[in-house]
C-alpha cells in the first residue's frame, strides 16, 4: 500500500500549486472574471480566499494546541484585504504562502493545532494542516484555471492522496448514518482502492486491496459489502467529491442512488 507524503513532500507540493495558481493569476484578462466552480466568485474573491486561507492557518499552526483559533487568527481571517493591482496581488499571494510553509516548517509535522476536523480520522496537527492544504491550493488552482477557460488534470501525486485525505478528513464522521447501512468503493485507475463504511455509528474509510491483485477475503474485507462502487482517475475522483464535476463522470457500478444518499448527507455529531 502506498504511504502518506512525506511532510517534505507535502510542503513541496503546496509550493508548487501556489506557483501554479499564481500562473494562473498573472495570466487572466480580468480579476473580475467569474468562477464557474464557485459561483457566487469572481477571480478576485478566489484570491483572497486561498491567500486570506493561506494566512489563516499560518497563525493557526502558529498557535500550537488549541481548542479553537487563536484570537490572531481571528483577526486575519476578518481583515483579508488582498491589493487590486495585478503585481501587488501576486506579491500577497507570494508572500502568503511562505507564511503558511514558514510556520509549518517551524512547527515540524507532529506538532497539534486547532483543526475543524476534530471528529475525523485525521490528527488535529500540522502535519495534517499541510496534507489538507495541498488539497485546497490543488482545487483552487483548477478553479482559477477554468475560471480562464484552461483547466488542467490535478497532478497525479495530488491526487492519489486527495482521495484518502478526502476520505479520512471531510468523510470520516461519528454521525448516524441515516440509511441502510452499506458502504462505497472508489477505485482510482492508477491503482489505489479505497471503501467507505456508512452505518449507525458514522462513516469509516479504509485502503482496500486494487480488485484482482490480491483476493479481499485475505485482507478481511467482504467483497459484497460494497453497495455502490466508483471508477476514474484520482484527480476525477478528488474533483468529484469536491462537487467540480457530477458523480455520473465517473464509471459507477451498483445502486446508483446510494450516491445521491451520501452526496446529500449532513451528518449530525
Known amino acids: 500500500m502506498e504511504k502518506t507524503p512525506e511532510f517534505p513532500v507535502l510542503l513541496r507540493l503546496i509550493d508548487e500549486r501556489s506557483t501554479a495558481f499564481r500562473a494562473a493569476v498573472a495570466a487572466a484578462p480580468s480579476l473580475d472574471v467569474q468562477v464557474p466552480t464557485c459561483p457566487e466568485w469572481t477571480l478576485f474573491d478566489l484570491i483572497q480566499h486561498l491567500g486570506g486561507g493561506d494566512r489563516f492557518w499560518a497563525a493557526v499552526v502558529g498557535a500550537g494546541p488549541a481548542e479553537a483559533p487563536s484570537a490572531e487568527a481571528t483577526a486575519v481571517r476578518a481583515s483579508v484585504a488582498a491589493p487590486r493591482e495585478r503585481e501587488a496581488l ?16 517551524e512547527a515540524g509535522p507532529d506538532r497539534g493545532c486547532w483543526a475543524w476536523w476534530g471528529t475525523s480520522q485525521s490528527p488535529q496537527n500540522s502535519g495534517a494542516v499541510a496534507r489538507h492544504r495541498v488539497q485546497e491550493t490543488a482545487l483552487h488552482t483548477y478553479d482559477a484555471q477554468i475560471a480562464l477557460g484552461a483547466p488542467q488534470p490535478l497532478p497525479a501525486e495530488v491526487a492519489l492522496d486527495g482521495v484518502e485525505e478526502f476520505l479520512f478528513t471531510c468523510n470520516a464522521t461519528t454521525g448516524a448514518w441515516p440509511h441502510r447501512p452499506t458502504a462505497f468503493d472508489y477505485h482510482a485507475t492508477e491503482g489505489r482502492s479505497w471503501r467507505l463504511t456508512v452505518d449507525g455509528d458514522g462513516a469509516r474509510p479504509t485502503r482496500i486491496p486494487v480488485p484482482g491483485t490480491v483476493p479481499a477475503t485475505a485482507a478481511g474485507q467482504d467483497p459484497e459489502a460494497a453497495g455502490a462502487s466508483a471508477q476514474g482517475t484520482a484527480g476525477e475522483l478528488v474533483l468529484v467529491f469536491y462537487g467540480r464535476i457530477p458523480v455520473d463522470s465517473l464509471k459507477l457500478d451498483g445502486d446508483r442512488r446510494l450516491f445521491d444518499q451520501l452526496i446529500a448527507w449532513e451528518p449530525e455529531v
Not at 501576486?90 to 516548517?105: I, V
Request: aromatic share 6%.
Open 90 to 105: 501576486l506579491a500577497w499571494l507570494a508572500e502568503s504562502t511562505q507564511l503558511l510553509l514558514s510556520a509549518l516548517r
